[in-house]
Every structure is written in structure tokens, then in C-alpha cells.
């Protein structure tokens, strides 16, 4: 399928399908009662992240260090399926540019995507980011050069944009390593597409590492300056034509039963992601399914509690067991407690009988009781990959005898 120069292809996926109104949302994000708990904030020597009240927005602001950065990324590194456009949509407002101040915003990390920049001179790029060759180099392409329409007024769409105001911008792709990325604004309730990135039979390899990546924006000085800010405003990532979340299934269970003592509350088996999976950063995202939890003598209450990192949890640090050299997770029995966290799903079990949740592996909706459906019902590693949130199960003695306990859990690595 060819179309002329500047034809319009608003109605067309990044595979040319026709566009429907139904596609699957793998990732939504807005600030509506404060900063969204699914985004990781990264600051290097200096500025933040503030909630801007009644504006829905998360402010980024640098201070006046010549290396100042902000990063306001999401926790999630979304799942592509090859074969279907996937489309991020991102609102924000750059403000004025200033001096030595470089802003961004797209679906990209430090090695790889596509994200949209303004340079403290004004300057506007699209930008494609890839690690293939074991270090970042980019395609850098400014607004005289975008070609599809500069968003000048001069193109097909007559859209002349205004980077002082708030912005919607649009990046889908086809990935199956050499496919087109085609970054735009939406304008008006019209996609306007500014430049395309073409790769197919152009390149000697695929365009980037991985189609995996997060929403991100990002705020930077990079010389002397008074610092500025932007505003992160309200961001998705979808997939069109489609979507089956694939991944694999692994379990674990304790060999056998631990006693607990009357009335005691313990932390049995923690799950985390490896801080690398076959030798790269370990991105993937980990779901909890199945848990089954058994008790010999007495009644006992069950809870899967959700950490933010290792240093809520006091365990062995030798005891983390690798599940298997094709698992990107490792677990821990050698438990002595936690502190904080989320309670997620939770049950009880009478004596001698064995209690738990399944979710449900046909394909069909989860059962309603449980988290599957929930943003938070994941764990993923921090912004360096050096520290998993954690997936603990806890369990509390209800009686004043003493009691052995046993459990088996099982849980989905999707990448």
C-alpha cells in the first residue's frame, strides 16, 4: 500500500489496518489526586517532582546545577506484540524554552525509543534511540527536516504548533525489529503525523533493542542556567488489533511445612525480579497467580503483601533461590519479617484444609475478588534494575497452639 506525499493516513494503524475504537489499553496514566504511584521519579544533583493541585499534572522542575536532571518515568516497560501497532499518546506542556535546558517526552529509557525534544534554543526533534551496538546513538531529526509536515502551517494538516501551549503527541510503531515508527501530535480530533522513521531495508539491523519500554519524560540542564520545569500532563500506551498478554508461568513451594508459633504473624516466601536476565537489565514485568496455602493443626488468615524494595523485608540475603536459569525471578524461605507494604489478596484456612486463589488460566475474566485486573497487581525492578519491588506471602496463627504451615504460589513473567 503507497500513498502520495503528505496524503493523510489519520484512519491507518502503523500496519495500515483500518483504525477501530476499540483498542487494548496496556498502560493509562493521569494525576488526579496527587503524583501517580506508577511513575519512578530519578533526580540527579538537584530539581523534582511536584503535583500541580487542580491541574491533574506532575511538574518537573531542574535548579540551577549545570547537571541537573529530572526523570518522571513509568514503572511499567509495556508489552508488544509482534505484529500489532502499538500507540502511545502523551499530553504535557514544554513552556518557554530556556538556555540550556533540554526538555522531553515519549516511550523510551537510556538505551532505547522514540521521544519528542525541546533545546534551550527552541529547537523541536523527533528522536529515535537504539542500543544495538552495545552504546546509545540516536537519529536525530529537527522540524525543517520532518518528513511528513512540519507543523508549521505549511503542511497537509495546516497545523502550526505552539509549544508554549499544552500538547498531545503520538508515536506508534511497527516493530518486529525493522518496522516504521511515525511520531505526531493530535490536533483538532486529527492525528497529524510530522515525520516517520523508515527502517525497513534501510538498516543492517533492527532499529532498537527492544519494543518493550516506558512512558517517560524528562527534564535536563546542560550548562549554566536559573533551571526551569515542564508539565507532565497525561500519557497511554495501547495496542491495536489486538492483544493477548503471553508470558510464562513458573512456580515455587516450600519443601516443607514451617512451624509457626501461637498467634505469630510471619512473612513465609518472597519472590523478586534478578537484577539481570541473561545478562541484560531485567525488564520484565511479573504477575502473581495462583496461591495455595495449607495449615496442620490450626486456623490461620493469609495475605499477599506487595514491597516497594528489599529494605522492607528483613531475610536472609544468602537464601534468595534461583528458580531457574530461564526465570527472570528468585525466591527466599529464610524470612523473619516485613515492614509496610500493600495488601493485595489475603484469605483463610481452617485447620487441615488447604485455602488459596487461582486466577482463572482459560482465557476469561479473573474471578472478582482478585487483583489480576488491579495496576498494581505487578512487580517490576527500580530505575537502575539493581532493587525488585518484592511479592510476599504472609501468614498470621489465629490460635494459641502452635501450628506448621506450607505453600505454593505461582506467578506469570511477562517480556
Known amino acids: 500500500m503507497t500513498y502520495l506525499f503528505n496524503e493523510p493516513v489519520i484512519n491507518l494503524d502503523a500496519f495500515g489496518r483500518a483504525r477501530v475504537s476499540e483498542p487494548y489499553t496496556l498502560g493509562d496514566y493521569k494525576h488526579l489526586y496527587g503524583l501517580d504511584p506508577n511513575f519512578i521519579d530519578y533526580t540527579e544533583n538537584g530539581g523534582n517532582v511536584t503535583f500541580v493541585a487542580h491541574a491533574a499534572a506532575a511538574r518537573l522542575t531542574t535548579n540551577n546545577h549545570a547537571n541537573a536532571r529530572v526523570v518522571h518515568q513509568t514503572k511499567f516497560y509495556h508489552h508488544y506484540m509482534p505484529g500489532k501497532s502499538q500507540i502511545i499518546l502523551s499530553s504535557y506542556n514544554f513552556h518557554s524554552a530556556t538556555a540550556n535546558v533540554t526538555k522531553r517526552t515519549g516511550y523510551y529509557d537510556d538505551e532505547n525509543g522514540v521521544?519528542?525534544?525541546?533545546?534551550?534554543d527552541g529547537n523541536l526533534y523527533f528522536v529515535l534511540r537504539s542500543f544495538v551496538g552495545g552504546s546509545v546513538s540516536e537519529r536525530r531529526v529537527s522540524q525543517f527536516n520532518w518528513n511528513d509536515d512540519r507543523c508549521d502551517g505549511t503542511g497537509f494538516s495546516k497545523f502550526n504548533l505552539d509549544i508554549t501551549k499544552t500538547q498531545l503527541s503520538n508515536f506508534d510503531f511497527q516493530w518486529l525489529?525493522?518496522?516504521?515508527?511515525r511520531c505526531g501530535f493530535v490536533h483538532q480530533n486529527e492525528f497529524v503525523y510530522a515525520h516517520t522513521f523508515y527502517n525497513s531495508n534501510n538498516l543492517a539491523n533492527v532499529y532498537m533493542s527492544t519494543p518493550n519500554l516506558p512512558v517517560r519524560c524528562e527534564i535536563f540542564n546542560t550548562g549554566t542556567t536559573g533551571g526551569a520545569f515542564m508539565d507532565q500532563i497525561c500519557s497511554t500506551v495501547m495496542s491495536e488489533g489486538g492483544y493477548v498478554e503471553a508470558g510464562q508461568d513458573w512456580a515455587a513451594h516450600t519443601p516443607s511445612l514451617i512451624a509457626l508459633t501461637a498467634n505469630a504473624t510471619k512473612p513465609i516466601m518472597a519472590i523478586r525480579l534478578k537484577n539481570d536476565f541473561r545478562t541484560y537489565k531485567n525488564r520484565m514485568i511479573v504477575r502473581m497467580g495462583g496461591i495455595n496455602v495449607f495449615s496442620d493443626g490450626q486456623n490461620i488468615n493469609w495475605y499477599l503483601v506487595k514491597l516497594p524494595s528489599i529494605a522492607y523485608l528483613t531475610a536472609n540475603a544468602q537464601a534468595w533461590t534461583n528458580v531457574n536459569t530461564n526465570s527472570g525471578i528468585e525466591y527466599n524461605l529464610d524470612l523473619t519479617s516485613h515492614t509496610d507494604g500493600e495488601e493485595i489478596d489475603g484469605g483463610f484456612v481452617a485447620a487441615t484444609t488447604t485455602g488459596g486463589s487461582t486466577i482463572n488460566?482459560?482465557?476469561?475474566?479473573?474471578?472478582?475478588?482478585?487483583?489480576?485486573?488491579?495496576?498494581?497487581n505487578y512487580i517490576v525492578q527500580n530505575f537502575n534494575s539493581s532493587n525488585s519491588e518484592i511479592f510476599c506471602i504472609v501468614v498470621k496463627n489465629l490460635t494459641n497452639s502452635s501450628t506448621n504451615v506450607g505453600m505454593a504460589i505461582q506467578w506469570r513473567e511477562i517480556y
Do not use: I, W, Y
Open 115 to 120: 521521544f519528542f525534544e525541546q533545546t534551550g
Open 177 to 181: 525489529g525493522v518496522g516504521s515508527v
Open 361 to 376: 488460566k482459560t482465557g476469561g475474566a479473573p474471578a472478582s475478588n482478585l487483583p489480576s485486573t488491579a495496576k498494581k
